[in-house]
């Protein structure tokens, strides 16, 4: 059946003129800014396809017939599109009917209108279903039906795919008329039945956009599909299942099924059961018998008393969190479990206790998985003058927990709905009832918005409309979970809501300290006169006093002279620095740092004092240069991160007195507030000796990339840099990953390089490895990691194949080797173990001694354990961006370098 499918991909118009356009483009040809042919090319394109060209067009998005092939070639990885240019690409491997697939899903995706990504896959999907009904046991559907069967699809959609499919009229054409001719063109309707490609297409597009959920199913496929969503989710997803019987008769059949069901299948038919009323509570009674539904009866059964859910609370610990496991991962379960009851779970009675305390030891006993902490930039949309505060939190914050941090942030006082938008979803209140909405407390901040630079909408009072723009500024470090949010900087006096004329201010005066007290849930006032900047510099110095503890002796020591050659070498400024890392960012073989344990040691400092020095492992390292005095501060330039810095000192405004414009800092300075602190020692640079400070701040913006990427828009360029470079290496070797033997990888590396300086100045160049004394060489450019090179990557592949190899000697020690460097990234293990998952397992069972290891369930805790290095801190780009300043100073010094 395979082979025929092939057959009839290969003949569809759609994948036909795919493999024309691409071959007419061949070794190239210009593309506009949005990755369209350029309006000169469209004819030459349209008499490559054979198709008729418009007499009027704007551009080629505009002629149907060249933009759709276009983009299906893209899909299907027949055609490239990158630096202003596309080319034919060439796919080996993939068979025609996975490239027609790839093909598909590119035109339903690019015909869909913005904001409706269902539109188009949900109309073809009911088109489809109707293209198939007919008498039992026919091929093809009757043509007659066809108009009869589609408008009981539509009668039967939800509310969102009815919208979604609307929303596809144009001109005169309707939906219909569009999803026929698409469907058409991939041959799977002919004349209104439909195909053999066409049956096949449906079932791939039932599985990934279904239908909505019908009477006739089943409980347990109904749960199937409920899984995972929210009980607000559920219950709208579950209604026209509903609506075929009775409250009791529905409850009877979902707490049955739910009874032998995995754990995030049972929370499923809980959250729609619990919702069935009065009628419902026999079922309920009869389920409170069963061990799997007893806890969740008698919370339904007691109306949510508190004695009752407290009975049951470590049951319910691990319900929870075994759901979690199964619909989000490990480091979700471990979250929700701590969160919930802690992280012991011995003696609740669950039966998946066991597999729960197995699948989490690991993250269980390095003491969770790291939480980065985020900074948050909040302003008030057009509202002028501005109004905006800095929060520190934990990454782990939910959406609903932000919402609780925002009102104290602006003093709203919640008596009106909001609504988060982020990456295109809605999130509210699941009580306030809203439409086309998500659980905000079930969405964390790392995963609406995971990187840096993400941004996200808040709004607050849907009359009023006081919108919120949040930007994740940075993601720094590592906090506990339990980290409580800090307010650490702010602008502007706060609308009072609701507010009428001549009813009191206008506005609510902007206060710091009071925002924090009300975060760290502590309103004693604060001591007179004293400033958190006052503080930074009382605490620094009890910080220091506590670091000379003779426990911390040895591995000063040790530290000075794996960095400095000891501490009989180094001047009184290289000491003060070194001492100074070794405070703040120095990880103790405990694994925490000397500020970490100050700090621990410390319960009773107020939560806004505790989150200032936690956040002094995140130091700013650079060279300043002075653009004005503002009272005791200067207010300076970093050459590094081209950022600005209103700088203090704990040592009063005199250490800056004799500074004007043009001086440089070179030094360290830590946050406080909105301001920041000198760290350890600086070196003050005369403006006429310009170019040492220069150079410092080119040594750090090379060697020291992460201090260039606390700027947002140079991480952001530095991955659009990598992305490019990495598809100029894809061009040139046909693939991100290539194995060669060791004697070939100069000169391939060094072709690559003079093939990428060829297509643009600004592509990286790197020295060439050493590899001396290995075999095989693999080059991997991987998209998120960069290029690395990965000596012996053949030998350890072939281990990876056939574990037996690992008995022998070379092949064991290589492989152990890959586990255990910190120059192996997580990503080259999965690329080894991910084609056979089984292998992967008995690999790490026997290097590692774990006997229960599984690679499905346990590769990324025990990635997390073998490479904590590499998960000490989010990925970066591995490309590094100069400023205009500093990329002007590096040439003139090659330059000069040349003469």
């Known amino acids: 059946m395979t082979s025929e499918l092939n057959r009839a991909a290969d003949d569809t118009t759609l994948l036909i003129r795919a493999r024309r356009i691409a071959d007419w483009v061949g070794d190239g040809r210009a593309v506009t800014p949005k990755g369209l042919l350029k309006p000169a090319d469209v004819p030459a394109a349209a008499a490559a396809l054979g198709v008729p060209l418009p007499a009027r067009f704007r551009s080629a998005g505009d002629v149907g017939a060249i933009h759709r092939p276009w983009v299906a070639a893209q899909g299907a990885g027949l055609l490239t599109v990158t630096g202003g240019r596309a080319v034919r690409a060439d796919v080996t491997g993939d068979d025609s009917l996975t490239l027609w697939w790839a093909a598909v899903r590119a035109v339903l995706q690019a015909e869909s209108p913005p904001g409706e990504d269902r539109a188009m896959p949900v109309l073809c999907r009911m088109l489809l279903t109707a293209a198939s009904a007919g008498p039992a046991g026919s091929t093809a559907g009757s043509t007659a039906d066809f108009p009869a069967v589609f408008r009981e699809l539509m009668h039967q959609a939800s509310v969102d795919d009815f919208h979604a499919v609307n929303s596809l009229y144009r001109d005169e054409r309707g939906p219909v008329d569009i999803g026929l001719d698409f469907l058409g063109e991939a041959g799977a309707v002919h004349d209104r039945r439909i195909t053999a490609l066409g049956r096949w297409l449906l079932e791939r597009m039932t599985e990934e956009w279904p239908p909505p959920l019908t009477p006739e199913l089943s409980a347990t496929e109904v749960l199937d599909r409920l899984a995972g969503l929210a009980g607000d989710e559920a219950w709208h997803e579950a209604g026209p299942w509903l609506a075929g019987r009775t409250a009791d008769a529905a409850a009877r059949e979902l707490l049955t099924a739910a009874a032998t069901a995995a754990p995030a299948q049972r929370l499923a038919a809980v959250d729609v059961a619990s919702n069935l009323g009065d009628e419902a509570l026999p079922a309920w009674r009869e389920a409170a018998a069963t061990p799997t539904l007893g806890p969740h009866a008698r919370l339904v059964l007691a109306d949510g008393a508190p004695d009752t859910e407290d009975a049951d609370q470590g049951w319910f610990a691990v319900e929870y969190a075994l759901a979690a496991l199964s619909t989000d991962g490990p480091e979700e379960a471990y979250h929700t479990l701590r969160e919930y009851n802690g992280v012991d779970t011995a003696g609740t009675g669950h039966p998946g206790e066991p597999e729960l305390r197995e699948a989490l030891s690991s993250l269980i006993a390095a003491g969770g998985p790291p939480v980065p902490v985020y900074q948050l930039k909040i302003s008030l949309s057009r509202v002028r003058p501005a109004v905006w505060r800095r929060i520190r939190l934990p990454a782990t914050t939910t959406l609903d927990e932000l919402h609780h941090i925002i009102r104290i942030a602006f003093d709203w006082d919640d008596d009106h709905l909001h609504v988060f938008t982020a990456g295109g979803l809605d999130y509210a209140d699941p009580s306030f009832g809203m439409e086309q909405t998500r659980d905000e407390s079930r969405a964390r901040l790392s995963r609406v918005a995971p990187r840096a630079g993400a941004t996200m909408t808040y709004v607050y009072d849907l009359g009023d409309h006081w919108e919120h723009r949040i930007v994740v500024e940075r993601i720094t470090g590592t906090a506990s979970p339990d980290m409580l949010a800090v307010c650490v900087a702010g602008e502007g006096d706060a609308p009072v809501e609701d507010w009428i004329p001549g009813d009191g201010p206008e506005t609510t005066p902007f206060d710091l300290e009071a925002i924090n007290r009300r975060l760290s849930g502590d309103d004693a006032a604060p001591v007179a006169g004293t400033t958190l900047f006052d503080r930074a510099g009382d605490l620094k110095g009890e910080l220091v006093a506590f670091s000379r503890q003779p426990r911390y002796d040895r591995d000063l020591t040790r530290f000075l002279t794996e960095?400095?050659?000891?501490?009989?070498?180094?001047?009184?400024?290289?000491?003060?620095?070194?001492?100074?890392?070794?405070?703040?960012?120095?990880?103790?073989?405990?694994?925490?740092?000397?500020?970490?344990?100050?700090?621990a040691a410390h319960p009773e400092l107020p939560g806004p004092e505790r989150e200032m020095l936690l956040g002094w492992q995140d130091v700013v390292q650079g060279s300043f240069e002075v653009l004005r005095h503002e009272g005791p501060a200067v207010v300076v330039d970093n050459l590094v991160d081209d950022l600005t810095y209103r700088v203090r000192s704990n040592k009063g405004p005199d250490v800056f007195r004799q500074l004007g414009a043009g001086w440089f800092i070179l030094g360290r300075l830590v946050a406080v507030g909105d301001e920041w602190m000198l760290s350890g020692s600086a070196d003050l640079v005369r403006p006429e000796q310009r170019d040492t400070a220069y150079a410092i701040a080119l040594e750090f913006s090379t060697h020291m990339p992460a201090a260039v990427f606390r700027n947002p828009e140079k991480l952001a360029t530095a991955w659009e840099m990598q992305r490019l470079d990495r598809e100029r290496f894809i061009r040139f070797f046909g693939t991100d990953q290539v194995v060669l033997p060791d004697d070939q990888v100069e000169a391939r590396l060094g072709d690559y390089y003079a093939f990428a300086r060829g297509e643009t100045d600004s592509a990286p160049g790197a020295p060439l490895p050493e590899t001396a004394g290995?075999?095989?060489?693999?080059?991997?450019?991987?998209?998120?990691?960069?290029?690395?090179?990965?000596?012996?990557?053949?030998?350890?592949?072939?281990?990876?194949?056939?574990?037996?190899?690992?008995?022998?000697?070379?092949?064991?020690?290589?492989?152990?080797?890959?586990?255990?460097?910190?120059?192996?990234?997580?990503?080259?293990?999965?690329?080894?173990?991910?084609?056979?998952?089984a292998n992967a397992t008995i690999v790490f069972r026997r290097l590692l001694k774990r006997p229960s290891f599984e690679w499905t369930r346990d590769a990324e805790a025990t990635l997390r354990e073998l490479k904590p290095a590499y998960y000490a801190h989010p990925p970066r780009p591995s490309t590094t961006v100069l400023s205009d300043r500093l990329a002007a100073f590096a040439t003139s010094r090659r330059v000069v370098a040349g003469t």
């Open 774 to 837: 290995a075999e095989t060489v693999a080059l991997i450019y991987d998209e998120i990691d960069g290029l690395g090179t990965y000596t012996n990557f053949g030998r350890v592949a072939e281990a990876f194949a056939d574990p037996d190899l690992l008995r022998r000697r070379r092949w064991r020690e290589d492989t152990l080797s890959y586990l255990h460097d910190d120059s192996v990234e997580p990503m080259v293990l999965r690329r080894l173990a991910d084609p056979d998952p």
């Open 563 to 599: 960095h400095g050659g000891g501490t009989g070498r180094l001047t009184e400024r290289q000491g003060t620095l070194l001492w100074d890392t070794f405070l703040l960012e120095h990880r103790l073989p405990s694994g925490r740092t000397v500020l970490e344990d100050f700090v």
